[in-house]
């Protein structure tokens, strides 16, 4: 199955700093999604964005797309101490995620006070 | 309010002993997934459904079964088949498999330990 995977594995910023994680995947998407993890909890969603969209920005969030290189990279700008979490990348497959999303091993972001 | 409920959050099994974790949602969602995560892994999908008394095998079903009777519940039976169960088991659902414009909704997980 295609899979997205992280880069880097971990990330430890000072509180203010912007923080970008990077994901990239094998097969062609229908979209991609950005989910944050705190610690032993479930995953909350933080953006979606389409295959025929390049950026997308939710508050404090960037997300940018490349289909031709298959990455994406999300921007977390003036990072908070609540910020820090682990943060995956997912991408769903021809049936839009009907048939499960895949999960990359996420980017462990630690925002220093 | 709407969300999902998974139950218990944590749970100790002896070895040969099969386990049955709950995942119920009032959010009116068709699709229904368990997931499985390792320390410091992705998820990994065992199984999903995408309507009542239907569902489908992931990527790492052997040794788990569930079972959807109702819309709102999506229970997981890890069986004594599965070797090496302890992991974090996390239960999502969407709300339409055929809308790719929404995220999925998670549990908080349950936290399985083979003692």
């Known amino acids: 199955s295609q899979q997205g995977e992280e880069d880097p594995q971990a990330l430890s910023i000072q509180e203010g700093e912007n923080a970008t994680m990077n994901c990239s995947y094998k097969t062609s998407i229908n979209n991609l999604q950005w989910y944050r993890q705190n610690s032993g909890r479930g995953l909350v969603h933080l953006i979606l964005?389409?295959?025929?969209?390049r950026e997308k920005h939710s508050g404090r969030l960037r997300v940018t797309l490349d289909t031709s290189k298959k990455s994406s990279s999300l921007l977390i700008t003036a990072s908070r101490a609540a910020d820090t979490a682990s943060y995956f990348c997912a991408t769903d497959g021809e049936r839009g995620g009907a048939d499960g999303l895949t999960f990359g091993k996420g980017t462990h972001l630690i925002i220093q006070p | 309010d709407g969300g999902i409920t998974q139950s218990p959050k944590y749970l100790f099994r002896k070895e040969g002993q099969n386990v049955t974790l709950s995942c119920e949602q009032n959010l009116n969602h068709d699709a229904m997934y368990w997931y499985r995560q390792d320390p410091g892994q992705g998820l990994r999908l065992i199984y999903y459904?995408?309507?009542?008394?239907?569902?489908q095998k992931g990527d790492i079903a052997e040794g788990y079964s569930v079972s959807r009777e109702k819309k709102e519940s999506f229970p997981l039976t890890v069986t004594s088949a599965q070797k090496n169960p302890t992991a974090f088991y996390l239960c999502a659902s969407s709300i339409d498999f055929g809308i790719p414009n929404y995220g999925y909704t998670f549990g908080s997980g349950t936290r399985l330990t083979v003692v």
């Open positions: 964005i389409r295959s025929n969209e």
């Open positions: 459904s995408q309507i009542v008394n239907d569902f």
